[in-house]
C-alpha cells in the first residue's frame, strides 16, 4: 500500500471519511438503517468528487456482518465496520461478491449479457452480490437495450450501481428505473481542511495560501487536488504560493493586475515589456486566459456593488475597476468571448493570447479614432469624409448657435462655464475638454445635471465615465448638490435618403459616393459611422 500514490492510499474506506458529500452519504446511511435498499442506484457527479469511492463504501456496508447492530443502535455502531471477514475482503479488493466492470472498456452487448448470466446466481458470502459498473454513460445503445429488462426486474439478491460524469448520456429509460444520487464539486473548505490533514499525515510542509491556490484551481475535485499536491510536492522541499505558480503555468494575482492596468491604460508597447518580463511563452496560455476572463468578471462584480468571491487583494481590484466604466468590462469581455473559439483550436495558443491582449489594450475609443484620423491625414492617403445633409447642416448651425449664446443672461448656466473653465486648467486631456466645451447646457435640478453632447457617439459617453474621477471633484465645487448625471439623446430625424451620384453627378466634382457595407472591406470607413451620423464619400484620384 505504500507504493501507491496518495489519491489511492488515502481512498475512502468508511462513511466518513467521505468529505463534501454529506447528503449522498446521510441517504445512502439512512436507507441501510431502515432496511430499505433499492435493486439499481444511479451515482452521478463531476470528476474525483467521490462516487466511485462512495460506491465501493456503500457496497462494504452492504454486505458487513456488523449491519444488524447498526440497524438495531446506529450510535454505537458503524458500518463497514473495517474489522469483519467481509470488509478486509473488499479492503483487499478481492470480495466475490462485489464484481467492479469498467464501462468505457466493456462496452457492447456481450459484456452485459456476461452480467446478466452471472447475476442469476446466489451470493458466495454476503447478502447481496454488488454490481459497480463505472463510467456507464460508455456503454453502446444495444447495451444499454439488453440492460433494460434487467435493471428493471433485478434478482432479489443482486443491486447495481452505475456511476456516471456525464448523466446526459444515460437513456432516459434506464434513468427511470434508477435511484439517483447527486455528487456536488466539493467547496474550498472542507477540501482545505482535508489537504491540510494530509500535509500533516505524509509530514509535507506547505503553506496554506498554497493549498487555497491549490484548491482553486481544480473545480471541487478531490482526487485532482491530491494529485496536483503531490505534483507539486516532488518540485521543492516546501510547497509555497510561488512553487504552485511556477508547477501550474501561471502568473500571481498582482502581476494580472498590473497587466490588466496596463490594458486600461492602453499603452501596447508596455504591455509587450510586462509579457516580456514573465516569460510569457513558458506560462500556460490556457490558465492565462482562464485568470483574464476571471478578473474581468471580478471588476463586473464590483462596477455592480458585489464583493466577489476571491483570495484576491480587494484594494487592488477596486482600483482597476475605478479606472474603467462598465461599458468597456463588457466591452473587454465581448473581445475575449468572440475569440475563445479559435483560441481552443489554433495550436500558436500563446501568440493567439498575445494579440488578443493587445486587441484590448488598443480598444477603438475616441483618442484611437483621432490618432486613426490623424495619421491617415499625414500619410495623404484618400480617407473617407462624412457628407452632411441639409438638415443636419441646419442643425449644426443652429446648434453652434445655441452653444456662443452668452450665458451671462442666464443665471443657471454660470456654474456650468466656471466648470468648464476650472477643468481646462485642470486637466491636460483635450478629449475630455472638447467634450465638455461642445457640450449645451440644458439643467440643473433636483441634483440632476442635464446636458446634450454634440453627437450621440457611444465613446463619448465612455470617456466622460473614464475619466470621472478628473472633472468629478471640480463639478462638485459649482453644483454642490450634485448626485447624477444624465445625458440626453439626439432625436432621430427621418429625412430622404440622398440619391447615389457618380462622379459627374454628384455636388462635389471631386467627391464620389461609395458602398461601405463590406465592412471587412472598409474598416476605418466602418469605425466612422459608428461615431459619426453622414454619407461617406471619398476623393477621386487626380489625373
Not at 274 to 299: D, H, K, N
Not at 302 to 324: M, R
Not at 435 to 445: D, H, L, P, T, Y
Not at 482 to 500: G, M
Amino acid at each position: 500500500m505504500s507504493n501507491l500514490n496518495l489519491a489511492r492510499k488515502l481512498r475512502p474506506k468508511n462513511f466518513s471519511e467521505i468529505i463534501g458529500q454529506e447528503l449522498s452519504v446521510s441517504m445512502l446511511k439512512n436507507s441501510l438503517f431502515v432496511k430499505k435498499l433499492f435493486p439499481v442506484y444511479l451515482f452521478s457527479g463531476q470528476r474525483g468528487c467521490g462516487k466511485t469511492s462512495t460506491a465501493r463504501v456503500f457496497g462494504a456496508a452492504i454486505n458487513c456482518h456488523n449491519l444488524s447492530d447498526f440497524q438495531a443502535n446506529a450510535q454505537d455502531n458503524s458500518v463497514p465496520c473495517l474489522t469483519c471477514e467481509s470488509c478486509q475482503s473488499m479492503i483487499e479488493s478481492n470480495h466475490p461478491d462485489f464484481i467492479e466492470m469498467d464501462a468505457a472498456s466493456h462496452t457492447g452487448v456481450d459484456n452485459i449479457r456476461q452480467i446478466i448470466e452471472s447475476c442469476t446466481y446466489m451470493p458466495l458470502s454476503g447478502s447481496k452480490k454488488i454490481y459497480l459498473i463505472d463510467e456507464a454513460h460508455m456503454l453502446s445503445r444495444a447495451a444499454f437495450n439488453a440492460f433494460l429488462k434487467i435493471l428493471e426486474e433485478p434478482p432479489a439478491s443482486t443491486i447495481f450501481i452505475l456511476a456516471t460524469t456525464e448523466i446526459q448520456k444515460i437513456p432516459d429509460t434506464v434513468r427511470s428505473r434508477c435511484f439517483q444520487v447527486i455528487f456536488n464539486p466539493v467547496h474550498n473548505n472542507p477540501l482545505f481542511v482535508h489537504l491540510k490533514k494530509i500535509c500533516q499525515s505524509e509530514q509535507i510542509d506547505a503553506d496554506d495560501d498554497a493549498l487555497r491556490l491549490l484548491i482553486n484551481e481544480n473545480d471541487g475535485s478531490v482526487r485532482d487536488a491530491i494529485n496536483t499536491l503531490e505534483q507539486v510536492r516532488f518540485a521543492g522541499e516546501k510547497i509555497s504560493t510561488e512553487l504552485v505558480l511556477k508547477s501550474l503555468g501561471k502568473i500571481s494575482d498582482t502581476k494580472l493586475c498590473a497587466i490588466f492596468d496596463t490594458i486600461l491604460d492602453q499603452s501596447p508597447k508596455e504591455l509587450l515589456k510586462q509579457l516580456q518580463e514573465i516569460q510569457f511563452e513558458t506560462l500556460s496560455a490556457q490558465s492565462l486566459w482562464s485568470m483574464t476572463v476571471g478578473l474581468l468578471r471580478q471588476l463586473v462584480w464590483i462596477k455592480y456593488g458585489v464583493k466577489p468571491s476571491t483570495n484576491q487583494d480587494n484594494e487592488s481590484l477596486k482600483k482597476l475597476a475605478e479606472k474603467c466604466s462598465i461599458n468597456k468590462l463588457h466591452a473587454l469581455l465581448q473581445i475575449i468571448w468572440s475569440q475563445e473559439g479559435l483560441f481552443l483550436q489554433t495550436p500558436q495558443k500563446h501568440l493567439f493570447l498575445e494579440t488578443v491582449l493587445l486587441s484590448m489594450c488598443r480598444q477603438v475609443n475616441i483618442s484611437n479614432l483621432r490618432e486613426l484620423i490623424d495619421s491617415s491625414r499625414q500619410n495623404q492617403v484618400p480617407f473617407l469624409q462624412p457628407k452632411q445633409t441639409s438638415h443636419q447642416t441646419q442643425q449644426s448651425t443652429a446648434q453652434s448657435h445655441t452653444q456662443t449664446q452668452t450665458p451671462q443672461d442666464n443665471s443657471e448656466k454660470r456654474p456650468w462655464t466656471a466648470f468648464v473653465n476650472e477643468l481646462q486648467e485642470a486637466t491636460n486631456d483635450p478629449v475630455l475638454l472638447s467634450i465638455f466645451k461642445q457640450a449645451v447646457f440644458i439643467s440643473a435640478k433636483n441634483s440632476e445635471i442635464k446636458i446634450k453632447l454634440s453627437t450621440s457617439s457611444p465613446f463619448l459617453k465612455e470617456k466622460i465615465d473614464d475619466s470621472e474621477t478628473i472633472w468629478k471633484s471640480i463639478l462638485t465645487k459649482h453644483f454642490p448638490d450634485f448626485t447624477s448625471f444624465t445625458i440626453l439623446e439626439e432625436k432621430a430625424v427621418t429625412t430622404p435618403r440622398a440619391p447615389v451620384l457618380n462622379s459627374k453627378q454628384s455636388a462635389h466634382p471631386s467627391l464620389t459616393t461609395v458602398d461601405i457595407t463590406d465592412t471587412k472591406k472598409w474598416p476605418q470607413a466602418t469605425l466612422l459611422t459608428k461615431a459619426f451620423s453622414g454619407r461617406l464619400e471619398k476623393t477621386s484620384e487626380k489625373p
